[in-house]
């Protein structure tokens, strides 16, 4: 059953565009997460938010940035996309165990 | 930095044959999780667990803290099983999570 909902699916945009996506748990969970899959199918770390405070950014550029109404929503918003950016962005919420949304996929032209 | 390690990178079994998938990790880890994605597909969570061992259905994940390795047993594969396994391990009080690459598993009748 999915409780972590993420919105769009996919996305396709040219360099130079900004871009928002959506990430909402329904599990009540104080953490959430933004992960980034390349193309080599790897995993890796953006961001986490804990009851609304940054907690981590691992070494992501600035055009990157969270954003968070309450601890139930974290979106992502990339300002100036470049082609690099394309990719799968998972949003993720925790108690301890993590449970991820289905990804939205980004193309950059 | 942190890393994580799975082996093997792939592998391919006859239906009901019995798989183990490793897991080795660089850093003192909170514990592991295991997930399970299809090709395109959302992350699903498996099993997690800080130490010892802990079932689910055919899964058995295996947790060696101290020796800083994991493993996941499955039992009596079925074709449905095929695609990719990812361990990960979580560290810190934010339980932020390190993936490894993945083993690609391929179950055929």
């Known amino acids: 059953e999915t409780a972590v909902f993420q919105t769009p699916n996919y996305h396709v945009t040219q360099v130079g565009n900004e871009v928002s996506f959506n990430c909402k748990q329904t599990l009540g969970h104080d953490t959430m997460y933004w992960y980034k899959q390349d193309s080599k199918k790897l995993l890796k770390i953006m961001f986490s938010y804990n009851n609304k405070q940054l907690i981590v950014n691992e070494t992501v550029p600035r055009r990157f940035s969270p954003q968070s109404s309450d601890k139930a929503h974290l979106n992502l918003r990339i300002k100036s996309v470049e082609p690099e950016d394309s990719a799968v962005y998972l949003c993720?919420?925790?108690?301890?165990?993590?449970?991820f949304g289905p990804g939205t996929r980004l193309t950059v032209l | 930095g942190q890393q994580v390690q799975q082996s093997p990178a792939s592998l391919v079994l006859q239906e009901g044959e019995n798989a183990e998938l490793q897991c080795n990790f660089s850093s003192t880890a909170t514990r592991l999780q295991w997930f399970y994605q299809r090709p395109g597909g959302s992350l699903v969570s498996l099993l997690s667990?800080?130490?010892g061992t802990k079932h689910t259905g055919r899964l058995t994940s295996t947790t060696v803290t101290k020796e800083r390795r994991g493993s996941l047993h499955i039992s009596s594969s079925q074709i449905t099983d095929s695609g990719t396994y990812l361990c990960a391990m979580a560290t810190g009080g934010n339980n932020k999570l390190t993936f490894g690459q993945g083993t690609v598993l391929s179950v055929i009748p």
């Open positions: 993720a919420s925790s108690y301890g165990e993590q449970y």
């Open positions: 667990n800080p130490s």
